[in-house]
C-alpha cells in the first residue's frame, strides 16, 4: 500500500515538470475553498475537484486501475479530471476584481513565470508543408511506384523516415516500422539491424534478407539512403538504380527486386 | 477544388454541430448557441460511434464506404431535425437576440472592446503558431496513419499502420473511432488526413476548447460578466504556457490536437465539468425540468468512448462523484441514481470492449 501511495505521488510529480502550475492550481484552490460564497460554484471549482483528487491518491482507485484499466505510465492522465486551467483563471478573475488592468498583467506574468512556453520544447520545428511533414519524404515517396498496378510497394527506409512515410501515402509498405524502432519496445528486428543499427551497410546481408523468395512480392523494390551513410560497396554493384535524390537523401529502387515480382505475377490476372 | 473543400470544411466542422446541437439543446433552461456547438459535437460523436462500431466489427476488413453512405443522411437528417424543433420551440429567434445583445455589449464598453480584442489576438497568435510549427510525436504514426488508410484504402484497422502489413482488427484502439471520425471528414471534404490533421482540425479544436472553457466562465461568473474576457486571456495564457510536462492536458492539445485522447482531455472532460455545472445550477434554481440536463450528461458519457477507452472511465468518475457530491449537498439521493444512469453508455462500452479484449475479434 506505502508503494502505491509512493507510485501516485510519483506521477503527480512527473505531471508537475518543471513549472509551478501544479502550485498554482492548489493555491487557487485553497484560496476559493476560503472566499467563494456562491454555492454552485464551490460545487463545481472546490467540492467535485476534491472529491476526484481523493479518489487519485486512494490506493483502492490505483490498484484498479492498474490491475483492470491500463498501465502504470498512464496513471497521470486521471490528473486530467481536475479543472486547473478553469480554476486558476476563476480565482484570478475574482482576486483581480477591484484592480483589474494591474491585476490582469500580474496573473498572466505569474502564470507566465510559472509555466513554460510550448513551443520552447526542442522538438518544435518549422513547417515545411501542410501535410507537416519534412519535405524530402514528401519528394522521395512520390517517386516510389510500382511498375505493376494493383502489387504494394514495400521500401526500407531510415529511422528518421519511419515514421512519416505512411503518413504522407499509406499504399508503401515498410519492411520494417514504429514498433522496431522504439528502444522502449524492445522488438527485435532482423531488418532493422542490418540496414539500420549496423555501422557499415553490408548491401549483401540486407538484400539477402529484403529479396528472400519467402517474401513472395512483398520483396523489397525501394530503399532510401542518407548520403553520408557508410556503405561496403556502390549500390549499382547490387542492381540499385539512383532514382532521386531530396535533402540529404538518395532513393535506390532495386530493379532485380522489381523483375522477380514481374516472374512470380507471369500469366496471372495482374499482368494482364 | 479549394473552394469546395473550405466550404465542406465549415459545412461538417461548425454548421453541421450547431445545428444538430439544437436536438437536445432546445428544452433546456440555460440554452444558446454555445451550447448547440458543443452539444451538436458530442451528437455528431456518439451517431458516428452508433453506424461504425457496428460496420467496424460486422463487415468484412471494416468496410468504410458502408460509414459514408450511412452516416451522411443520419447527420442531414439530424441537422434538419434540430434546425425544425429549435424553429418550433422558438429558439432561433433568442440565438439573433443573444449574439446581437452579447457583440454590442462588447462593442459599446471600451474596457470590454480592448480586453476581447486581446483575447482574440492571443487565440490568432496560438492559432499561427499551431499552423507553422510542428511539434514531434510519435504516436502519430498510429494514429494520423489509421485515417488515412482508411481513407486512401477503404478499409478500418485491417492493417498494421507501421508497416502496412495485414493484420486482426486492434480492439485496445478499434472502438475508439475518432480517426475514423477524422476519415470521414477528410473524404467528404476531399482533403488528404494527414493536411487534415495537422493543418486544419488544430484551427477548430482549440477554439473550441477556448469556447467550452469560456462558457464555463460565463456561468461562473454570472454576477462579474465583465471578467469574462480577463478570464478568456488567462485561459489562453494557461494554454500557451501549459507544458510544464509533456503530461498536461495543455501539451496534448497543442501537440497532439488530433488525437483522440488531446480532445478527451481538453474537449470532453472541460464539457462534463460544464454539464455537472448545468445539473448543479437546475438543482439550485429548484427548476423541476431536470431530465434535460441529465440527458446532456448521458450524451457526454456516451461520446467518451470515440476519443478514448480511458476517456470513459475519466467520464464515468467525473460524473460519479459530481451526483454523490451534490446528492450530499441537496440532500436528495435520486441525484445519484440519476448520475449512475447517465454512466449506463460508458457501462455499455467497456462490457464491449471488455468482451472483445478477452474473447477477441469476430467471437460472436
Known amino acids: 500500500m506505502v508503494d502505491n501511495i509512493k507510485d501516485v505521488f510519483r506521477e503527480l510529480w512527473q505531471y508537475r515538470g518543471s513549472g509551478f502550475l501544479l502550485v498554482l492550481y492548489i493555491a487557487a484552490l485553497i484560496y476559493l475553498l476560503i472566499v467563494e460564497k456562491n454555492k454552485r460554484n464551490r460545487y463545481l471549482v472546490c467540492y467535485v475537484p476534491l472529491c476526484i483528487l481523493l479518489i487519485y491518491i486512494s490506493p483502492v482507485y490505483y490498484r484498479i486501475y492498474v490491475l483492470g484499466i491500463d498501465a502504470v505510465g498512464t496513471y497521470y492522465r486521471n490528473l486530467w479530471m481536475l479543472p486547473m486551467a478553469v480554476t486558476v483563471a476563476f480565482a484570478s478573475c475574482s482576486v483581480i476584481y477591484r484592480h483589474r488592468r494591474i491585476g490582469a498583467l500580474v496573473i498572466c506574468a505569474v502564470i507566465i513565470l510559472c509555466g513554460k512556453f510550448t513551443y520552447s520544447a526542442v522538438e518544435s520545428v518549422k513547417a515545411e508543408n501542410a501535410y507537416h511533414i519534412p519535405q524530402y519524404v514528401c519528394d522521395l515517396v512520390d517517386e516510389m511506384d510500382q511498375d505493376i498496378e494493383g502489387v504494394e510497394v514495400y521500401a526500407c527506409v531510415p529511422l528518421e523516415m519511419v515514421f512519416y512515410t505512411r503518413q504522407y501515402d499509406s499504399s508503401i509498405c515498410l519492411i520494417y516500422g514504429r514498433e522496431a524502432v522504439e528502444p522502449v519496445w524492445g522488438y527485435e528486428n532482423e531488418y532493422y539491424d542490418a540496414y539500420e543499427t549496423a555501422e557499415v551497410l553490408e548491401w549483401d546481408e540486407v538484400l539477402e534478407l529484403t529479396r528472400a523468395p519467402e517474401r513472395g512480392i512483398g520483396v523489397v523494390t525501394y530503399f532510401v539512403v542518407p548520403k553520408d551513410r557508410n556503405m561496403d560497396s556502390d549500390p549499382a554493384e547490387h542492381g540499385l538504380t539512383e532514382i532521386a535524390r531530396s535533402g540529404d537523401y538518395i532513393l535506390y529502387k532495386d530493379t532485380v527486386a522489381s523483375e522477380y515480382i514481374k516472374e512470380v505475377l507471369k500469366d496471372t490476372l495482374y499482368m494482364e | ?364
Open chain 2, 1 to 364: 477544388m479549394i473552394i469546395y473543400q473550405i466550404i465542406m470544411c465549415i459545412l461538417i466542422l461548425a454548421v453541421i454541430p450547431v445545428c444538430m446541437g439544437m436536438n437536445v439543446v432546445s428544452g433546456i433552461r440555460q440554452r444558446s448557441l454555445v451550447l448547440c456547438l458543443i452539444y451538436g459535437y458530442l451528437l455528431m460523436m456518439v451517431s458516428f460511434e452508433l453506424v461504425t462500431v457496428p460496420i467496424l466489427l460486422l463487415t468484412d476488413y471494416g468496410n468504410f464506404k458502408y460509414v459514408l453512405w450511412i452516416y451522411t443522411p443520419i447527420i442531414i437528417f439530424l441537422s434538419l431535425s434540430g434546425l425544425f424543433l429549435a424553429n418550433k420551440k422558438g429558439f432561433l429567434p433568442q440565438i439573433r437576440t443573444d449574439v446581437n445583445k452579447t457583440v454590442l455589449g462588447v462593442i459599446k464598453n471600451r474596457e470590454q472592446l480592448i480586453v476581447w480584442s486581446i483575447a482574440f489576438v492571443l487565440l490568432a497568435v496560438m492559432l499561427v503558431l499551431v499552423s507553422t510549427r510542428v511539434i514531434f510525436d510519435g504516436d502519430d504514426a498510429y494514429y494520423v496513419t489509421q485515417s488515412l488508410i482508411a481513407q486512401q484504402k477503404g478499409s478500418m484497422y485491417a492493417s498494421d499502420p507501421y508497416t502496412g502489413k495485414a493484420t486482426a482488427i486492434d480492439m485496445r484502439h478499434a472502438l475508439a473511432v475518432f480517426t475514423m471520425w477524422i476519415s470521414y471528414v477528410g473524404t467528404v471534404c476531399k482533403v488528404h488526413t494527414t493536411i487534415l490533421c495537422h493543418s486544419i482540425l488544430p484551427l477548430v479544436f482549440i477554439p473550441f476548447a477556448v469556447i467550452i472553457y469560456a462558457k464555463t466562465g460565463a456561468l461562473l461568473l454570472k454576477d462579474k460578466k465583465e471578467m469574462l474576457g480577463y478570464f478568456v486571456i488567462f485561459i489562453e495564457i494557461f494554454i500557451m504556457f501549459g507544458r510544464v510536462s509533456m503530461y498536461t492536458p495543455e501539451a496534448f492539445l497543442i501537440a497532439r490536437t488530433w488525437q483522440g485522447k488531446a480532445v478527451a482531455a481538453n474537449i470532453l472532460i472541460p464539457i462534463t465539468i460544464l454539464g455537472l455545472f448545468l445539473v448543479a445550477d437546475t438543482y439550485y434554481s429548484d427548476s423541476n425540468k431536470t431530465t434535460p440536463v441529465w440527458i446532456l450528461l448521458a450524451l457526454t458519457n456516451a461520446a467518451a468512448g470515440v476519443f478514448s477507452s480511458l476517456a470513459v472511465i475519466f467520464a464515468c468518475v467525473m460524473i460519479g462523484s459530481g451526483g454523490v457530491v451534490l446528492a450530499i449537498l441537496k440532500r436528495k439521493v435520486k441525484i445519484v441514481v440519476n448520475a449512475c444512469l447517465c454512466c449506463l453508455p460508458g457501462v455499455l462500452y467497456m462490457l464491449l470492449y471488455l468482451y472483445y479484449m478477452y474473447f477477441g475479434w469476430r467471437s460472436l
